[in-house]
Nanobody, 133 residues
C-alpha cells in the first residue's frame, strides 16, 4: 500500500525559501496525480499546487502563483514543492496527497484535485512550515 511522507518543513523568515519533499513508499507515484495542500490553524485546508499523472499539467492556487513550484522526480519516487518569497500567511501544515483517477483531461484533473471536489486517495501526515521574523 502506498504511503506518503513529507519532509523539509521548518521556520523561515519572511522572504525566505524552503523546499518540501514528499516521498512515496510501497508503490510507485507513476500514473498518479499528486498535489500539495496546506491547512493553517482555524482555517480550511486548501490546495496549493497539483500536477497531473503525466506531468503535462499543473495547477497553482492564486496565492502562490509565481512563488511556488511543484516538481516530480519519477526515478526517486518523490515530489517537491519549492517555495520562495515566503510570507507569514504561508504558515501552515503542508501535506501531499495522490489522486488515482483517470477520467479527465489533465488540466481539468489538476484543478479538480486541488479544489478537492473529489476525495483524494492517500495523504501524508504533513510537515509544518512557519514563516516568522
Amino acid at each position: 500500500q502506498l504511503q506518503l511522507v513529507e519532509s523539509g518543513g521548518g521556520v523561515v523568515q519572511p522572504g525566505g525559501s524552503l523546499s518540501l519533499s514528499c516521498t512515496a513508499s510501497g508503490s510507485t507515484l507513476d500514473y498518479r496525480a499528486i498535489g500539495w495542500f496546506r491547512q493553517a490553524p482555524g482555517k480550511e485546508r486548501e490546495g496549493v499546487s497539483c500536477i497531473s499523472r503525466s506531468d503535462s499539467a499543473s495547477y497553482y492556487a492564486d496565492s502562490v502563483k509565481g512563488r511556488f513550484t511543484i516538481d516530480r522526480d519519477f526515478a526517486k519516487n518523490m515530489v517537491y514543492l519549492h517555495m520562495r518569497d515566503l510570507q507569514p500567511e504561508d504558515t501552515a501544515t503542508y501535506s501531499c496527497a495522490i489522486d488515482n483517477s483517470n477520467d479527465m483531461v489533465p488540466f481539468l484533473a489538476v484543478r479538480r484535485m486541488c479544489r478537492m471536489t473529489r476525495p483524494l486517495d492517500s495523504w501524508g501526515q504533513g510537515t509544518q512550515v512557519t514563516v516568522s521574523s
